[in-house]
């Protein structure tokens, strides 16, 4: 009986080491499924492929990534990779749905994004859905140069900015007097986030009714949820929730638009403040076709979406940043308080010509802008076979430029690791490896807007207020993007001005 139990034990034990072993040996073939399947589809190319993994079939290593994220360790993953196949700046891989070349070397990066002949947008397929534009995203080099020329210049030169000054100032005090006001602790971010979309609003659409931006701005929260989704249409999930938030902003926008329309034909309008509505209904494609309504509903939804949580989000961290670093909260309080010295008494608001003196401040927001990563990459896709370095990229395949490779890398910034405004001081930057808002003729055209948001917001705050986290140890997230897990749940304290 002993003998018959042992035989039968050792049975089992041959039985289960055989069968792990099996499933051992089907994971690696199944794994290397995607890996074998590109490589013979390929295999008559000149070139080879770049190295690398492609990952799961069919999911690729998007589970990889999005732990990687998840855990505060975002630089892992490119880490991970670069470790395993060598520093050479280019990888293959397989994410967010699609193969994919992953790039995080600066010149190659730069060739990548200022060549239009073969690269094109590849936005993954959420954000291409939600965000749909046939003249930002889908349109021809053509039209799209020549619908940049038109809308590009009030929120890029100074004569445009100026004009968008005292709305943005205006909203900006408003907010901050209703914050501090407040008893209770506020989730900083919901609260800029009203800031910037009010602000965001005024500019593209001019002065709206408080209820109508109150119901755009709390159907964009479902519309950006949606962006970085699994792109499924099916009641429940977020992509579907998100489809449906955004026909109901088009609901919304459309009579606006053609209301505006109408009184500008009528000359209504006449004497009025611009704004970027005017300019869009004033636009011609290089037929000379006016826009139809439904584009420029397509559009300012692009635009809203692209304009406010960016924002937002630029002007919390920096407020955590100095707070944390009260050295350089000092230097750029004191560059604030000597613009006011300067100021004549008649002057009661501030000017342009301010905002171009905060030079310090400037620093900072660079600062924050390196060391936040809103895009983790910026999407391109390839729209014939490119060779790079002896490499291919194949016809159809997304290139994702790896900004937090660029940014984060101790070679291009030392001490990469530590918020540090001074290093703006003498830092000549490779070209390259500082790319927040892209390059080439699809960088991003409100980064100068953006910037002048956080300005005047920073301006006002730091004259005026302080932060007090009530969490200041908190866990941050970087999936989607960098954040703290309690949006920085804080009091905004007035303070008196010495």
């Given amino acids: 009986m002993s003998r018959g139990y042992k035989k039968m034990k050792m049975q089992w034990f041959y039985i289960c080491t055989a069968t792990l072993f099996a499933c051992y040996v089907l994971t690696k073939l199944v794994r290397r499924f995607n890996g074998w399947y ?55 891989n397989h994410l967010l749905g699609t193969p994919s070349i992953i790039i995080c070397e600066p010149e190659m990066s730069r060739r990548v994004l200022l060549d239009d002949v073969n690269f094109k947008p590849g936005y993954p397929k959420p954000v291409a859905k939600l965000l749909q534009s046939k003249f930002a995203v889908d349109g021809s080099k053509a039209d799209h140069r020549h619908f940049r020329s038109q809308f590009t210049p009030p929120i890029v030169d100074n004569k445009g900015l100026e004009m968008f000054l005292e709305r943005i100032e205006d909203i900006v005090v408003h907010s901050l007097e209703e914050v501090s006001s407040m008893k209770h602790p506020v989730e900083l971010l919901k609260e800029v986030k009203k800031v910037s979309f009010t602000a965001i609003v005024h500019v593209f659409m001019g002065s709206c009714n408080h209820n109508v931006v109150k119901k755009i701005e709390s159907l964009f929260e479902d519309l950006m949820n949606g962006l970085n989704s699994l792109p499924i249409n099916v009641p429940g999930f977020t992509f579907h929730n998100a489809l449906k938030a955004r026909e109901k902003i088009v609901k919304i926008l459309e009579p606006l638009v053609s209301e505006r329309s109408k009184k500008i034909k009528n000359g209504q309008h006449e004497g009025e403040r611009k ?53 350089f909260l000092k230097i750029a309080k004191e560059e604030q308080e000597e613009i006011l010295k300067t100021r004549a008494d008649s002057q009661k608001r501030l000017s342009f010509s301010e905002v171009k003196k905060m030079v310090y401040l400037s620093k900072v927001i660079n600062e924050m802008l390196r060391c936040v990563n809103f895009p983790f990459s910026i999407f391109r896709e390839a729209k014939s076979d490119v060779h790079i370095n002896g490499y291919l990229i194949p016809k159809g395949w997304r290139v994702l430029v790896w900004i937090r490779a660029l ?30 808002f892209g390059a080439g003729s699809r960088l991003c055209p409100g980064s100068n807007l953006a910037k002048l948001e956080i300005s005047v917001y920073l301006h006002h705050f730091l004259l005026n207020y302080r932060l007090e986290r009530m969490n200041p140890e908190c866990c941050n997230t970087n999936w989607p993007i960098y954040l703290p897990t309690d949006n920085c749940l804080s009091k905004v304290i007035k303070v008196a001005r010495v």
Avoid: C
């Fill in 38 to 92: 590109y490589h013979l589809k390929l295999r008559n190319k000149q070139y080879p492929l770049p190295p690398g993994d492609m990952g799961w079939p069919l999911i690729g290593n998007l589970f990889t990534l999005i732990q990687d994220f998840k855990n505060g360790q975002p630089d892992s993953f490119i880490t991970n990779i670069m470790l395993k196949y060598g520093r050479n700046g280019i990888y293959k």
């Fill in 275 to 327: 704004d970027f509505m005017d300019i869009l209904l004033d636009m011609k494609d290089v037929n000379g076709r006016k826009m139809e309504d439904g584009d420029i509903s397509d559009l300012l939804i692009g635009l809203l979406a692209a304009g406010h949580e960016s924002t937002a989000t630029g002007i919390m961290w920096t407020i955590i940043y100095l707070t944390n670093h009260p050295h």
């Fill in 407 to 436: 940014h984060m890398n101790s070679e291009y910034h030392s001490n990469h690791q530590q918020f540090n405004p001074s290093r703006w001081d003498d830092h000549t930057i490779k070209v390259g490896t500082f790319l927040p």
